[in-house]
């Protein structure tokens, strides 16, 4: 019950057929993926959080090709 946001992450799997796209604003950095992610969650250290300025930075990890 401490870490809703954890939770609720994890729960919204990726698809194994899904493919996400993706990239950062200046579109200097583009990406591609496709199947299960094989970790998924939150962060709130002071790093994430002073990139994203948001108090928490969701993310998502894949195997690379």
Same mark, same amino acid.
């Given at each position: 019950?401490? +870490? ?9 799997a ?10 950062c ?24 959080? +002073? ?15």
């Open positions: 019950a401490g +870490k809703p946001h954890e939770a609720s992450a994890r729960s919204a990726v698809q194994p057929q899904a493919v996400l796209e993706g990239g604003l200046c579109g200097a950095v583009r990406y591609r993926v496709s199947g299960p992610a094989i970790d998924s969650g939150t962060c709130h250290c002071r790093t994430c959080r +002073k990139a994203s300025s948001a108090p928490e930075l969701p993310y998502a990890q894949f195997l690379l090709s």
